[in-house]
């Protein structure tokens, strides 16, 4: 699944450009290090960071999306950092708990 197809299916606004990626699988957790130790290429990362860390560690791992939830706000230098390194980052107003299980139900697993 891509980023644009999920995206038709699960409540999420584009915050920069979309690069349009495949998604392979996933992980939830709001801690950089469990990014760059457990996160994969391809990955839709879930979190509620909103700092410059996010990209950095995204851009480390190859992770194809961030998904900001709980409808945080995300500073404009931190959406020019990540149109550098062509990292979407998506915007959800539901609670992480909740956007996993939708995304889960449409047959996104991870095997991380």
Do not use: C
């Not at 990209?55 to 900001?68: E, F, K, M, S, T």
């Amino acid at each position: 699944m891509t980023i644009a197809e999920l995206m038709k299916k699960v409540s999420m606004t584009p915050m920069n450009k979309l690069f349009d990626k495949d998604i392979t699988g996933g992980l939830v957790t709001d801690m950089v290090s469990d990014v760059m130790k457990t996160g994969q290429a391809g990955h839709l990362w879930v979190t509620v960071q909103t700092n410059k860390k996010v990209i950095a560690a995204a851009n480390l791992v190859d992770i194809a999306a961030v998904v900001i939830t709980q409808g945080k706000k995300v500073d404009a230098d931190v959406l020019e950092a990540a149109d550098k390194v062509e990292i979407t980052i998506l915007s959800t107003p539901m609670a992480s708990w909740d956007f996993v299980g939708q995304t889960y139900a449409l047959g996104l697993h991870s095997e991380s």
